[in-house]
Antibody, heavy 116, light 112 residues
Framework: EIQLQESGPGLVKPSQSLSLTCSVTGYTITSGYDWSWIRKFPGNKMEWMGYISYSGSTNYNPSLKSRISITRDTSKNQFFLQLNSVTTEDTATYYC?????????WGQGVMVTVSS | DVVLTQTPVSLSVTLGDQASISCRSSQSLEYSDGYTYLEWYLQKPGQSPQLLIYEVSNRFSGVPDRFIGSGSGTDFTLKISRVEPEDLGVYYCFQATHDPWTFGGGTKLELK
């Protein structure tokens, strides 16, 4: 069974970097698919942030392009999100998901609050 | 960016009723390969979003046949033929045809 699990700090200070890990079991991230980060803001708004492909290429939402980096550790079957220079507007629940035009497997989400 | 406008924002139903959600796109969602990458997700309370429908009308594995997706171009609809308690939550349309991929604003389905 394919499972994704996010981990990382739940509180980040403004201007610092947000770093999250997505650990994948049941599927090797280099075998196929894209591996995305998505966030849901307080309220209902959702935003696709970007992905790293099975080959290691990346595609980012231009709204975040200067602040976002998605990388991976293939030996641990994990991929990572780094979002720099965060503000309170980055407060959201962050999800990782497997994608191939659609998101078929999701993690349970991690809530991140940006506050001093 | 492609804007997906969902209506209504909230929908109150009686169990067993039909529910219908509209998703209108600011651009055609037909991709150059002929496919239309319009999907529907449901986020139940306390859970992650789950895929219901992909490529406009294809039900994902395990999704009951009371969920019906339709549409083309810029206008899409999700119908739930007989609402059951486990159908309650927030529904999102999503497009992966144009970069960046974008979500609709969500429709909350709740009991009357």
């Amino acid at each position: 069974e394919i499972q994704l699990q996010e981990s990382g700090p739940g509180l980040v200070k403004p201007s610092q970097s947000l770093s999250l890990t997505c650990s994948v079991t049941g599927y090797t991230i280099t075998s196929g698919y894209d591996w995305s980060w998505i966030r849901k803001f307080p309220g209902n708004k959702m935003e696709w942030m970007g992905y790293i492909s099975y080959s290691g290429s990346t595609n980012y939402n231009p709204s975040l392009k200067s602040r976002i980096s998605i990388t991976r550790d293939t030996s641990k079957n994990q991929f990572f999100l780094q979002l720099n220079s965060v503000t309170t507007e980055d407060t959201a629940t962050y999800y990782c998901a497997r994608s191939d035009w659609e998101f078929d497997y999701w993690g349970q989400g991690v809530m991140v609050t940006v506050s001093s | 960016d492609v804007v997906l406008t969902q209506t209504p924002v909230s929908l109150s139903v009686t169990l067993g009723d039909q529910a219908s959600i509209s998703c209108r796109s600011s651009q055609s969602l037909e991709y150059s390969d002929g496919y239309t990458y319009l999907e529907w997700y449901l986020q139940k309370p306390g859970q992650s979003p789950q895929l219901l429908i992909y490529e406009v009308s294809n039900r994902f594995s395990g999704v009951p046949d009371r969920f019906i997706g339709s549409g083309s171009g810029t206008d899409f609809t999700l119908k739930i033929s007989r609402v059951e308690p486990e159908d309650l939550g927030v529904y999102y349309c999503f497009q992966a045809t144009h970069d960046p991929w974008t979500f609709g604003g969500g429709t909350k389905l709740e009991l009357k």
